[in-house]
C-alpha cells in the first residue's frame, strides 16, 4: 500500500532562514509520481511540482528546490532564504501510475511559519 | 472564467439531511476528484472518476455517492449527513497522469 510520512507537523522559523521539509513515501510500484502543494492561508491548494520515479534529478524553482533520492524513499523540499509569503501547510503526495488513473495519496502536511 | 469552481463554498446541514457539494471545471479534463480534509489527516480520496458515467471509490468512501453525466461536472452527494462528515472538501481535476488542480474547497458543517 502506498504510504506518505511527513514527521514534522510545524516548523518556525525566522525569516531568511533556510528550511527544509521532508518527505518519505512508500510504493510497491516502479512506476510513480511525487507531488508538492502548498496551502496558504486562504486555504486552496497550489501545486509545486511533480517528479517521475525515473528522474531522479534535483531541481530548483527560484528560491525552491526539491531533492529526490529513490534509495532513501524520500522527496525533500527545500526553501532558501525563506519569506513571510511563504508561511503555509505543505503537503507531499504520491501517486501510482496505473493506466492513466492518478489517484494521490497524500502526506498529513507540515505547517510552515515564518516570523518577521 | 476557466478554472475549477465548488458550490457552496460554506455550508451548515442538520445530522440526518441530505446536501450535495457540486464541482464544475471548465478544462474538460477527463479526471475528477473528491477529498475531504480533516486535521491530523491531510487529505483522503472519496471517489474519483475516469470519464463521464465512470466512477470509482477511494479511500473513505462511506456515506458518499457521487454521478458524472457530463464532463465538466462531478457532485458529491452526503445521502444521511452525519457530525463526521463535518470536513473541509476539495474537488479537484487533471487531464490524465498528470498533476491535479483543485478548487477552492467547500467547508461542511454538520449540526
Known amino acids: 500500500a502506498q504510504k506518505v510520512t511527513q514527521a514534522q507537523t510545524e516548523i518556525s522559523v525566522v525569516e531568511k532562514e533556510d528550511v527544509t521539509l521532508d518527505c518519505v513515501y512508500e510504493t510497491r510500484d516502479t512506476t510513480y509520481y511525487l507531488f508538492w502543494y502548498k496551502q496558504p492561508p486562504s486555504g486552496e491548494l497550489v501545486f509545486l511540482i511533480r517528479?517521475?520515479?525515473?528522474?531522479?534529478q534535483n531541481e530548483i524553482s527560484g528560491r525552491y528546490s526539491w531533492n529526490f533520492q529513490k534509495s532513501t524513499s524520500s522527496f525533500n523540499f527545500t526553501i532558501t532564504a525563506s519569506q513571510v509569503v511563504d508561511s503555509a501547510v505543505y503537503f507531499c503526495?504520491?501517486?501510482?501510475?496505473?493506466?492513466?488513473?492518478?489517484?494521490?495519496?497524500f502526506g498529513q502536511g507540515t505547517r510552515l511559519t515564518i516570523n518577521p | 472564467d476557466a478554472g475549477i469552481t465548488q458550490s457552496p463554498r460554506y455550508k451548515i446541514t442538520e445530522t440526518g439531511r441530505q446536501v450535495t457539494l457540486m464541482c464544475h471545471q471548465t478544462w474538460s479534463h477527463s479526471y475528477m476528484f473528491w477529498y475531504r480534509q480533516d486535521l491530523g489527516h491531510g487529505l483522503r480520496l472519496i471517489y474519483y472518476s475516469a470519464a463521464a458515467d465512470i466512477t470509482d471509490k477511494g479511500e473513505v468512501p462511506d456515506g458518499y455517492v457521487v454521478s458524472r453525466s457530463k464532463t465538466e461536472n462531478f457532485p458529491l452527494t452526503l445521502e444521511s449527513a452525519t457530525r463526521s462528515q463535518t470536513s473541509v472538501y476539495f474537488c479537484a481535476s487533471s487531464p490524465g497522469v498528470h498533476e491535479q488542480y483543485f478548487g477552492p474547497g467547500t467547508r461542511l458543517t454538520v449540526t
Open positions: 503526495a504520491l501517486s501510482e501510475a496505473r493506466q492513466g488513473a492518478q489517484k494521490l495519496v
Open positions: 517528479r517521475n520515479s525515473f528522474d531522479e
